[in-house]
């Protein structure tokens, strides 16, 4: 057990499932830096882990550009300390049909996606290494399995479960595990945004989805926080490379 609050990266937390992260692991005892392509965006996000008591910091970068994850990787560790968990959340959709999806669809996604979850984990592994202790949970998603009207998006969630059980190996021997947590569906913006894209009501979105989750309810941000809690836990440290589907029943 470390006699230090651990610190942690969690991109994309300014709302929706890297909110609820970023929250559920500072309500475990850790020091959070959230990460967004705008640094005021983080606001709402620390401030709400501050009112209930703990530990953040707002932190501005651009996922896919080198020098910014590199920058903001530093000033995390200096000014929270050297971050030992790291949850690659940021996530953009530029949903279309593969005729339909020009050169920036593509890149642009990958470059949130997989180029991102590259960057700050090739940063952020260095103090994990160092320390002989780290968590890594990249976002996946069912999407990796196909969805029609994403192939860019489905490429990218299926390259993080590769990248993924790559890094369980090459950080396993110096006490890093490294996962992914698959979402279905979640209530969130992205999902709201993908039935505004399909011109569906939300509400009707919802039950259609939830009609075929054997659960028969839809997923909400925190169901995917309490999984990435228990990643990143001390009591996790003989489960690594691991996909796990936070999808309300059994996916292939």
């Known amino acids: 057990m470390s006699e230090e609050p651990r610190v942690a990266i969690v ?30 965006a983080t606001k709402e996000t620390v401030d709400a882990i501050a009112a ?4 953040a910091l707002g932190v501005g970068a651009d996922v896919s550009d080198r020098d910014q994850v590199e920058a903001a990787v530093e000033r995390i560790a200096t000014e929270l300390g050297a971050p030992t968990v790291l949850v690659n959340n940021a996530g953009v959709l530029r949903d279309n049909l593969l005729f339909k999806m020009t050169n920036a ?12 979850a590259f960057l700050f984990s090739q940063a952020a592994q260095k103090h994990m ?20 009207g994403q192939a860019n998006y489905a490429a ?45 009501d939300f509400e009707d979105f919802k039950k259609h989805a939830s009609a075929e ?15 990435i809690s228990f990643l990143t836990s001390e009591g996790a440290g003989f489960v690594s490379g691991q996909v796990i589907y936070v999808a309300g029943g059994p996916r292939d």
Do not use: C
């Not at 290494?129 to 029609?148: M, P, Y």
């Open 213 to 227: 989750i054997p659960v028969r309810r839809p997923g909400f941000p925190e169901d995917v926080a309490h999984t």
């Open 156 to 200: 990218a969630k299926a390259g993080l479960q590769g990248f993924t059980k790559t890094l369980a190996i090459e950080l396993g021997p110096f006490g890093v595990t490294v996962n992914a947590v698959a979402p279905g569906f979640i209530v969130t913006d992205m999902t709201a945004a993908t039935a505004a894209r399909m011109k569906v």
């Open 105 to 116: 669809d593509w890149d642009t996604v990958m470059g949130v996606h997989l180029r991102g």
């Open 52 to 55: 209930d008591g703990g530990r």
């Open 11 to 40: 991109t994309g937390a300014a709302r929706g499932i890297g909110a609820a992260t970023a929250r559920r692991l500072a309500a475990d005892g850790m020091a959070v830096a959230v990460v967004d392509i705008e640094e005021s």
């Open 129 to 148: 290494v160092d320390r002989k202790w780290g968590r890594i949970v990249n976002l996946s998603s069912t999407s990796a399995l196909g969805n029609r």
